[in-house]
């Protein structure tokens, strides 16, 4: 099964996400937090080993404490170091044409997507991909 891991402060982002994939039977084991600090630190503990990395990462930008920025910038560094290429996508209600623009410096980033989550959205973006990965 594959692995996602949703890093977002809003419980109900969390459901919707869990509601979606539960439905339409898009089969991920999901994991959701609200802290970016604890995955960076589960992705350096685990960067060796394949099966306990996710394949998806959906992040939030605005959280407080530790926000979607600090962790991009964090994943960014270890990311060349990391066995398996995680798909990471920023998930954000934000339509501030800056945000759009500085996300374009993290390479490890597939793509901007705006909130809600829907089907739709995640068959495009992570679902196909995952079974041409």
């Not at 937090?33 to 959906?58: H, M, Q, R, W, Y």
Request: charge should be negative; include cysteine; aromatic fraction near 10%.
């Amino acid at each position: 099964m594959k692995k996602l891991i949703f890093i977002d402060d809003s419980p109900l982002d969390h459901f919707i996400l869990k509601r979606i994939l539960s439905k339409y039977q898009l089969e991920y084991d999901v994991m959701c937090t609200a802290n970016g600090a604890e995955v960076i630190s589960f992705l350096e503990l685990n960067k060796n080993d394949i099966n306990k990395l996710p394949d998806v990462i959906l992040v939030d930008l605005y959280m407080p404490g530790f926000n979607g920025w600090n962790f991009l910038d964090n994943v960014q560094h270890l990311y060349p170091n990391l066995i398996k290429a995680i798909r990471i996508y920023i998930l954000s209600s934000s339509i501030n044409p800056q945000d759009m623009e500085q996300s374009k410096k993290y390479s490890c980033v597939r793509s901007f997507i705006f909130k809600p989550i829907t089907k739709e959205v995640l068959e495009k973006h992570i679902d196909d991909e995952s079974s041409a990965a």
